[in-house]
């Protein structure tokens, strides 16, 4: 069995993200990642991504090649590669920060942003916030 791994990167999408098109990256990376043993969370703040991945190391590895080369993408700077002895995000999860108004109707969606609990000093939020640019 490979090692389990944590990536963590983040990157600005190449076009403006609608609402439907967050949910369909959502739809489509849970699918994906769930047939590959990934786990993490995906969070869309500031016109940015956020992402943390965790899995076997060959797979989080042949991802990573693949978000590198993805065109959807720009800015892409990984943040964090790290061995792991266990994982931080039990499942896939999507954050929106601040507008938790659009999920009213999507209590699926409305339980995943609630049990979402970083771990704390996570370098994900830092990068995506900015903190710690010279």
């Known amino acids: 069995m490979s090692k389990?791994?944590?990536?963590?990167?983040?990157?600005e999408p190449v076009q403006g993200m609608s609402f439907l098109g967050l949910m369909r990256l959502l739809y489509h990376s849970y699918l994906r990642n769930l047939r590959l043993e990934?786990?993490?969370a995906l969070?869309?703040?500031?016109?940015?991504?956020?992402?943390?991945i965790e899995?076997?190391?060959?797979?989080?590895?042949?991802?990573?090649?693949?978000?590198?080369?993805?065109?959807?993408?720009?800015n892409i700077r990984l943040v964090e590669r790290k061995s792991i002895s266990a994982r931080s995000f039990e499942k896939w999860t999507m954050v929106f920060q601040g507008d938790k108004e659009l999920f009213k109707g999507l209590p699926?969606?409305?339980a995943a942003i609630e049990e979402v609990n970083f771990p704390v000093g996570h370098p994900l939020l830092a990068a995506l916030r900015g903190e710690g640019k010279n």
């Open 4 to 11: 389990l791994i944590e990536l963590t990167y983040v990157s």
């Open 38 to 40: 990934i786990t993490g």
């Open 43 to 52: 969070i869309f703040e500031n016109n940015q991504f956020g992402q943390v």
């Open 55 to 74: 899995g076997p190391e060959d797979v989080i590895d042949a991802l990573w090649e693949k978000i590198q080369k993805d065109d959807r993408h720009k």
């Open 108 to 110: 699926e969606v409305s």
